[in-house]
T-cell receptor, first 111, second 115 residues
Framework: DAKTTQPTSMDCAEGRAANLPCNHS???????VYWYRQIHSQGPQYIIH???NNETNEMASLIITEDRKSSTLILPHATLRDTAVYYC????????????FGKGTRLHILP | DTGVSQDPRHKITKRGQNVTFRCDPI?????LYWYRQTLGQGPEFLTY????????KSRLLSDRFSAERPKGSFSTLEIQRTEQGDSAMYLC?????????????FGQGTRLTVV
């Protein structure tokens, strides 16, 4: 799986949009971008994934650049419950083996 | 079905003792994964099963570690002769392996402290 680079930590004011960047410059054509998050003392939680088109679900939006070398996870109206570590992962979909986690971005939502 | 469940949630043991953790996956999921997570790090892959077959083991899974999934449902992870370095959160996840598969769902983890 390709490696990703994320900032170690970020702050965001409550109610504002949180934009979490991820670089994946070595991504292959058949690799998807996945985002998971981990709230303190809980297991990781799937958020969203995409290949090349922008994606949106009830939790977040995923914006992938045209060259697919980077992406941004957007939490449109951050709440205190969004404080967590966010992991950006690239992997081949339908190859259902292990997920390789990096260190992620620790997002602090400030009241 | 309430998701992936792990038991116990917390375990404190003395160095040298054996411990066993249990994971109950989402009922229709045929893939089951074990991860270990230490403070400040992302989860590290240990091993995974498809049904009862153990398909891959990480180099992290020393000979003191053994995992089983005897009937393709729940799984156990045993650590023999525990060491202080085994202190970590042990996470279990499950998924349905097929084309267009669902994503992995994680349990709450078992936090092991070796004293």
């Amino acid at each position: 799986d390709a490696k990703t680079t994320q900032p170690t930590s970020m702050d965001c004011a409550e109610g504002r949009a949180a934009n979490l960047p991820c670089n994946h410059s070595t991504i292959s054509g058949n690799e998807y971008v996945y985002w998971y998050r981990q709230i303190h003392s809980q297991g990781p939680q799937y958020i969203i994934h995409g290949l090349k088109n922008n994606e949106t679900n009830e939790m977040a939006s995923l914006i992938i650049t045209e060259d697919r070398k980077s992406s941004t996870l957007i939490l449109p109206h951050a709440t205190l419950r969004d404080t967590a570590v966010y992991y950006c992962i690239v992997r081949v979909r339908n190859r259902d083996d292990k997920i390789i986690f990096g260190k992620g971005t620790r997002l602090h939502i400030l009241p | 079905d309430t998701g992936v469940s792990q038991d116990p949630r917390h375990k404190i043991t003395k160095r040298g003792q054996n411990v066993t953790f249990r994971c109950d996956p989402i009922s229709e999921h045929n893939r089951l994964y074990w991860y270990r997570q230490t403070l400040g790090q992302g989860p590290e892959f240990l091993t995974y099963f498809q049904n009862e077959a153990q398909l891959e083991k990480s180099r992290l899974l020393s000979d003191r570690f053994s995992a089983e999934r005897p009937k393709g449902s729940f799984s156990t992870l045993e650590i023999q002769r525990t060491e202080q370095g085994d202190s970590a959160m042990y996470l279990c996840a499950s998924s349905w392996a097929s084309r267009g598969s669902t994503e992995a769902f994680f349990g709450q983890g078992t936090r092991l402290t070796v004293v």
